[in-house]
């Protein structure tokens, strides 16, 4: 028996897991820069350090930070199956350090005249989860 599979539908979801670890110590307080040293492949540290530098004013490092935390996101989830489009869930709380990188490049893009790169960036964070869109809007 021939089995037919649906053409029409996107990828799966891509889910990263979660580093339970270096999540407990930012919840702790312990600082995002001290988190990123020992788990530099923890997104959301590095999401927290642009954040952080973006709004001191720093764009350049914000922006420096977020694409780290961008690039070392992009690993996870290509390990975790991802082909290089499709859902990243903002609703799977490992996925979000990703995501707040991707929107945290795109502000930074902006903010240095990189309009191209910020709306590349915008329009990718947009496709991979519009609730992750808009939540990082607000």
């Known amino acids: 028996m021939e089995t037919h599979e649906n053409l029409l539908a996107g990828p799966p979801p891509t889910q990263l897991p979660d580093n339970a670890e270096a ?5 702790s307080g ?3 820069a001290d988190v990123a040293a020992r788990f530099p492949t923890y997104s ?3 999401a927290t350090l642009a954040d952080d530098y973006f709004a001191a004013g720093h764009a350049i490092t914000s922006y420096a930070f977020a ?5 070392r996101g992009l690993d996870q989830l290509r390990r975790a199956g991802w082909k290089g489009h499709g859902p990243i869930p903002w609703e799977h709380e490992p996925n979000r350090g990703f995501l707040r ?3 945290a490049l795109a502000r930074a893009a902006n903010a240095i005249g990189e309009k191209d790169e910020a709306e590349r960036c ?6 991979s989860s519009p609730e992750a869109a808009d939540a990082l809007s607000n």
């Open 44 to 46: 959301a540290a590095w």
């Open 30 to 32: 312990i600082k995002a």
């Open 23 to 27: 999540r407990k110590m930012m919840e």
């Open 122 to 127: 915008q329009q990718f964070l947009r496709d």
């Open 101 to 103: 990188c991707l929107n």
């Open 67 to 71: 694409r780290t935390g961008y690039h």
